[in-house]
């Protein structure tokens, strides 16, 4: 494809609406899990399943996508993508267990896993470099905001009509693009000859779900005292050390090491996993925080999360008319810096804090990845070859789509293990000594002596234990986002091309 792609403008709305439906998708249910765990009778632990069940199979899932489309075509993929991912949404609309529930989203994730890079490839592909940043921004919106509004759609549906619309919702989406697919995109040309290495791809997808297992149950397993963690550990690292040694050692392996030779992209696969972990972990925090601790109605917590996506898209509006103008390594610092002023808001919130603070610091961590991701994006890909733009974008969605599962996972389990510490270390100041609880008012409603005064003074206590376990985990992905900095030293500004862009980037292959 060139410049003089037709139908350019439909293709672009078109791969925009697949990226969008499956971005909204990781971040959607995520409001709506307590009223599903109680329809489907599920424990806390369980229920957590309906999100990282689809993150995983995205996980595992995604990088094949360069040898499907190579193998069957992009548009026949792209296709079957939609199909698959719409019947799998409404199959969970109407699950009525959390084993169905589980199943349809791991079905999701597995089509859902190659609807972003495909749509990234088709962008890169229709659009000349020079307007490749621009496309990136257009692409970024959905990649990024379709998460952030997630939560705020997912409210808006359950409180007004029901939990599985967050499902339904994705029936005239995927539609649509069907549709719109179907009559615009042209077909690549296919490589029946190519082969998978099946080997290098079972190793890979044995170790992400092994690290995952581990990582979901870790915590309530009490972590390396358990046989089943020690196990799962064991395999991962396992399976990834023989993934590594064949990568080195097969002729053809399932990811090609000459990818890992372009230093733009090397290092835009790390930082687009520093950016899962803080997206999604942070956004898996808050909701938390906002329903739980604060007592926000869901539509509420919908509401004040709004702003996040306001900020990334007018930041990626800028980014767009920027990306050509600026060094683009100058953006990213420049995100890194607001996503951490952000999280340093976050890492100090109390009980008490207002809707306003929420909200601007939503919106700087939001305008922060606004200008992160699009600036990232052009980048990594910038000096790749185009024919090696299937699979380079397909690790660039794994790895967005592991920083995210890990990231959840680890919160997750620092915020539980920090709230039992924080209230034993509280507790443990609950004497007859303490003034604060000789004061009048504490001394008639947290009365130690009195069954209804101790169980509110633990119910108190646990709110403060788990509050500075919030603040802790805020901490930690600030520490993330300061550590990821020096990463941007080893960027490259990519060469200025003609106009000519596949030219360009095949005389760099």
């Given amino acids: 494809m060139t ?14 609406l697949a990226t969008i439906m499956q971005a909204l998708d990781t971040t959607i249910a995520n409001v709506a899990l307590p009223y599903m765990q109680g329809s489907l009778s599920a424990s806390q632990d369980q229920i957590n399943w309906v999100l990282t069940s689809y993150i ?24 079957a993508a939609v199909v698959g991912f719409t019947i799998a949404s409404i199959l969970c609309a109407i699950a009525t267990s959390l084993p169905q529930i589980v199943l349809y989203r791991l079905l999701q994730g597995v089509f859902g896993a190659s609807l972003v890079p495909l749509s990234q490839a088709v962008l890169l592909d229709i659009y000349p470099r020079e307007q490749q940043g621009s ?19 997912g409210g808006w549906l359950t409180e007004h009509y029901d939990w599985r619309w967050v499902f339904y919702i994705n029936l005239p989406i995927g539609i649509l693009t069907f549709l719109g697919l179907s009559t615009f995109l042209s077909e690549t040309a296919r490589n029946k000859a190519a082969r998978l290495d099946w080997f290098g791809f079972g190793m890979l997808s044995l170790a992400i779900g092994a690290l995952q297992m581990m990582l979901d149950r870790g915590e309530q397993l009490d972590w390396f005292s358990s046989t089943e963690i020690m196990t799962e550990t064991t395999v991962s690292v396992v399976a990834f050390y023989l993934f590594i040694v064949h990568s080195f050692t097969a002729r053809d392996p399932f990811v090609p090491l000459r990818l890992f030779r372009d230093r733009n992209f090397a290092t835009g696969i790390g930082f687009i996993f520093v950016v899962g972990i803080i997206l999604l972990a ?9 329903q739980v601790l604060m007592g926000y109605p ?3 917590a919908g509401l004040v999360l709004a702003p996040r996506g306001v900020g990334t898209m007018l930041a990626m ?21 607001l996503t951490a002023v952000a999280l340093w808001q976050m890492a100090h919130f109390t009980r008490d804090v207002s809707q306003g603070a929420l909200i601007e610091s939503g919106f700087l961590q939001g305008a922060g990845l606004g200008f992160i991701f699009v600036p990232l994006s052009t980048n990594t890909f910038g000096t790749l070859a185009p024919a090696d733009r299937a699979q380079g974008t397909g690790l660039f969605s794994l790895m967005r789509n592991l920083g995210s599962s890990i990231g959840i996972s680890v919160v997750s389990s620092l915020l539980t293990s920090e709230a039992q510490v924080n209230h034993a270390d509280l507790a443990a100041l609950v004497t007859p000594y303490n003034r604060i609880l000789q004061a009048p008012p504490y001394a008639r409603i947290w009365d130690p002596t009195t069954m209804p005064g101790r169980a509110m003074l633990d119910a108190e206590i646990t709110r403060q234990a788990t509050l500075i376990g919030y603040l802790d985990a805020f901490k930690l992905m600030l520490w993330v ?4 900095m020096p990463l941007v030293l080893l960027l490259r500004k990519p060469r200025s091309s003609a106009p000519d862009s596949h030219a360009a980037a095949a005389a760099l292959d």
């Fill in 317 to 337: 509006m800028a980014v767009g008319r920027m990306i050509g103008k600026f060094d683009a390594r100058i953006m990213i610092m420049g995100g890194l810096g």
């Fill in 282 to 290: 942070t956004l898996a925090l808050l909701t938390p925080f906002l």
């Fill in 481 to 484: 986002c300061l550590l990821a």
């Fill in 135 to 153: 496309a990136m921004a257009m692409w970024g919106v959905g990649v990024m905001v379709g998460p952030i509004l997630g939560p705020t759609l």
């Fill in 298 to 300: 869901v539509v509420t």
């Fill in 3 to 16: 410049a003089r792609t037709p139908h350019r403008g439909a293709i672009t709305v078109c791969v925009m």
């Fill in 56 to 79: 995983v199979a995205a996980a595992i899932m995604t990088p094949p996508t360069g040898w499907l489309a190579g193998r069957f075509g992009r548009k026949r993929l792209f296709l």
